[in-house]
T-cell receptor
Framework: AQKVTQAQTEISVVEKEDVTLDCVYE???????LFWYKQPPSGELVFLIR??????QNEISGRYSWNFQKSTSSFNFTITASQVVDSAVYFC??????????FGTGTRLQVFP | GAVVSQHPSWVICKSGTSVKIECRSL??????MFWYRQFPKQSLMLMAT?????????EQGVEKDKFLINHASLTLSTLTVTSAHPEDSSFYIC???????????FGPGTRLLVL
């Protein structure tokens, strides 16, 4: 079965705190892709990152970083020095040979000033 | 990144009317477009996959006669909600991608309210 689990339903932090959003996936395929999308209150899904199953290098983009670990089937997302503008729902997603995106249930992040 | 637009962003209609939503890829050709539905505080639910020039593939439980999808060109797909009823009220969001295994880029979504 293909599945994405985001166990954290909602996280609240104060500005400048670091926060990690967890994502655990299940797939039997050896070739797959993992994604993170951000959905601010406006509703649009904003693409953040794509990672293929053969590339376990961690990635950093400004205040954002991602930790991909195949051994634990996890693809966690960390925001360093969070800001109010980071408040949104974040979705982790998986795609494999069917090309469909399997979404997690999302984590709502609230950053308070 | 790639830009996907949706029109309209908001629509309010009376029960029984049909509503058409457009999804356009503005700066790339999309061989495949997807239509999703999202209820408040829930994840996205895939409704159908649309390939240019062919019939859409609907997910189980989605009525194809109610949700008509047309993908007439590499930059435009339309979703028509026929004879809309209050239970069809939702947030509809499309995505587009260049090719297989490519990233899906999402439109801004359309909020439909059926009175």
């Amino acid at each position: 079965a293909q599945k994405v689990t985001q166990a954290q339903t909602e996280i609240s932090v104060v500005e400048k705190e670091d926060v990690t959003l967890d994502c655990v996936y299940e797939t039997r395929d050896t070739t797959y892709y993992l994604f993170w999308y951000k959905q601010p209150p406006s509703g649009e899904l904003v693409f953040l990152i794509r990672r293929n199953s053969f590339d376990e290098q961690n990635e950093i983009s400004g205040r954002y970083s991602w930790n991909f670990q195949k051994s634990t089937s996890s693809f966690n997302f960390t925001i360093t020095a969070s800001q109010v503008v980071d408040s949104a729902v974040y979705f982790c997603a998986l795609t494999y040979n069917t090309d469909k995106l399997i979404f997690g249930t999302g984590t709502r992040l609230q950053v308070f000033p | 990144g790639a830009v996907v637009s949706q029109h309209p962003s908001w629509v309010i209609c009376k029960s029984g009317t049909s509503v058409k939503i457009e999804c356009r890829s503005l700066d790339f050709q999309a061989t495949t477009m997807f239509w999703y539905r999202q209820f408040p505080k829930q994840s996205l639910m895939l409704m159908a996959t649309s390939n240019e020039g062919s019939k859409a593939t609907y997910e189980q439980g989605v009525e194809k006669d109610k949700f008509l999808i047309n993908h007439a060109s590499l930059t435009l797909s339309t979703l028509t909600v026929t004879s809309a009823h209050p239970e069809d009220s939702s947030f509809y969001i499309c995505s587009a991608r260049r090719g297989r295994q490519e990233t899906q880029y999402f439109g801004p979504g359309t909020r439909l309210l059926v009175l």
